[in-house]
């Protein structure tokens, strides 16, 4: 399940929470429920992964960055696979409680991120092996989570949530950038078509820093329009941006590049807390 990377469906959910303090009296179960399903998800996306990559030929007991709970620890495949689909059903149940309470909107929006967690990697056409996969896992896991956990606590959207958004689906889509430049070599063998591939490690370095700070720059221009510049907060997460991309300059080899995808993953969560933090601030002074 990779529990150290699920941090990335925590975040979008404390950040949704967040913006909705102050503005209604917040719903804890419901928050519950949305932090949970997210989790699982998540959770069922990275055994859809284990398992497909495997059925693909693409695992072995020396692949870097993978779960191995098959090639390594002889999990049988079926079980991941029905692990997978029993975390699936558990967060429909979750989904079901979430629209009893809100809106059955909700299960249209939850039912096609589901599909596009199953289809990053699993189907005939997996988005994890396109150009697309930053934008598909940057997109769903920032700005949709966000958006679903404001909407069931207030039962609408205002344009300052989706701009919050915005930089939580960069460094989400970061993450993924950083495992694809450490995967660059043996995905290409395997023919994959990653865009890290297509722009050339150099060049995927220095995308990669780029995302960064265009994350940057968005909150900064978001904090000094809207007038909270308690979310420049966010700029003590800058010392590990600077760190992930300066581990991945002269690394060829994926085990020297796992201190930068690290540290990636850890920059995302830094900067989701450190965020969320500055709206709480920002709603209780307000």
């Not at 191995?68 to 991941?80: H, L, N, Q, S």
């Not at 967060?91 to 039912?111: H, K």
């Not at 344009?159 to 460094?171: E, F, H, K, M, Y």
Request: charged residues 15%; proline residues 5%.
């Amino acid at each position: 399940m990779r529990p150290h990377t699920l941090t990335a469906s925590v975040i979008p959910v404390l950040i949704g929470t967040a913006m909705a303090v102050g503005q209604t009296d917040i719903h804890w179960l419901l928050f519950a429920a949305m932090l949970l399903a997210s989790l699982l998800i998540q959770a069922a996306t990275n055994l859809f992964n284990e398992y497909y990559d495997f059925k693909r030929g693409l695992d072995t007991p020396e692949s870097v960055g993978i779960g191995g709970g098959i090639v390594r620890d002889g999990i049988a495949p079926r079980t991941i696979l029905r692990l997978a689909v029993c975390f699936f059903a558990i967060a429909v149940l979750l989904g079901v409680y979430i629209c009893m309470l809100s809106s059955w909107w909700i299960a249209a929006v939850g039912a096609i991120s589901m599909a596009v967690a199953y289809l990053y990697t699993g189907g005939p056409f997996p988005l994890a092996y396109t150009p697309l996969g930053e934008l598909f896992s940057g997109f769903f896991m920032g700005p949709v989570i966000i958006l679903i956990t404001y909407y069931i606590q207030l039962g609408a959207l205002d344009r300052d949530i989706v701009l919050v958004s915005i930089p939580v689906a960069v460094l989400t889509g970061a993450i993924l950038m950083a495992n694809n430049i450490r995967d660059l070599d043996g995905d290409r063998k395997r023919g994959r078509r990653t865009l890290a591939i297509i722009l050339g490690r150099p060049n995927a370095v220095r995308f990669l820093a780029g995302m960064f700070a265009a994350a940057y720059l968005w909150t900064v221009v978001y904090a000094l329009a809207s007038h909270w510049l308690w979310l420049l907060i966010v700029f003590f997460s800058i010392p590990k941006a600077v760190n992930a991309v300066a581990r991945f300059v002269g690394k060829e080899k994926p085990l020297e590049m796992m201190p930068a995808m690290k540290a990636t993953a850890q920059l995302h969560t830094q900067y989701g807390l450190l965020l969320t933090v500055g709206i709480l601030i920002e709603r209780f002074i307000s």
